[in-house]
């Protein structure tokens, strides 16, 4: 929501989330919602139409939707702002080798972004695979990701990379050892590789370790890392896991959003609007959150009306800090 301030007219949506420039200003919320209701013209300041900003750990792109154009700024050394260089920007630059993109996604050091013509496009490090290309190498521009349908959006997580295609199916790629990409294994995969028993998925979102998706019945599933609750168990005993898991308690979820270690559900019925969070509480944000992961946490807040939310991406996802 820092972000918001960079430009003067209205934001229609979020992602990701970044602790660096969400919690210094939102303190210990845990999700950034943009609350809708009646404009008011005189106090409100005003963002661009149709825009959207996602936050990685330590960077943020933002999609310019009447032109198409991705912009990135903050931290660059793994290319991840995706200009042509791996050096830091303090004002927002041009993704290179980018056409009209309709999805764009910050992640821990990468980013992904979808062209109009459904071709996912990634750049920054790819140590683990998350760019998907078939290698490891890092890429300063944006680089097609072979082997997917005709993609609707991406999500760029820790160190791994989900797609959704047209089709309501899903794929991953990169960092796959506490089985985020829900694969079954708990292997790396340096291409895609699809998801099975997902339903048709509408939402998706990958956190720091895990993966969460909701599909067209309004069930939430996720997979990955889950020892703080962030797949959502409900009765005591956190697990993590390579395929996907239903979430129990949830029905009529409408939209997923994953921050590094926790998880929130936007649930939807005739007469209310809710976000169901899980997985662990940093800062107060779920609940205190103490050393042992003793249990998973799970709140729930009534929300009005909701114009954009995202789920922070507080540390840096790399391999070395676990
Ligand atoms: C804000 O602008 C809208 C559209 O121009 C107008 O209908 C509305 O009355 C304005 N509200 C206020 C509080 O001025
Ligand atoms: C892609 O997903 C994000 C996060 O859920 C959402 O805000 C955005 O509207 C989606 N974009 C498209 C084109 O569906
Ligand atoms: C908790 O839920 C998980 C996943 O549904 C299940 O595998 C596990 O057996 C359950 N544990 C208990 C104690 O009910
Ligand atoms: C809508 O959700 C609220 C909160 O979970 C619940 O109390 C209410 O019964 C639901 N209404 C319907 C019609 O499902």
Redesign the pocket.
Known sequence: MAAMGLSPRRLSSLTGGSLSSLQGVLGSLVLCVLVGG?????STPSFPDANTISFGAEHSCALEHATGAVRCWGSGDQGQLGDGRSTTSLVPVRVENLKVAVAVSAGGLHSCAVEASGVVKCWGRGEDGQLGHGGRSQRSEARPVPYLGLAANVSAGGSHTCVLERSGSVKCFGWGEFGQLGDGKTLDSLYPVPILGLGEVVSLCTGGLHSCVANRLGEVKCWGWGDLGQLGSNNGTEMSSPMPMPVDGIEGAVSVACGYQHTCALIRNETSLEANCFGRALDNQLQRHDEVWEKSVRRVMRLDEVLAWSAPMPTSPMRSVW
């Open positions: 009646q404009p008011d013209n005189s």
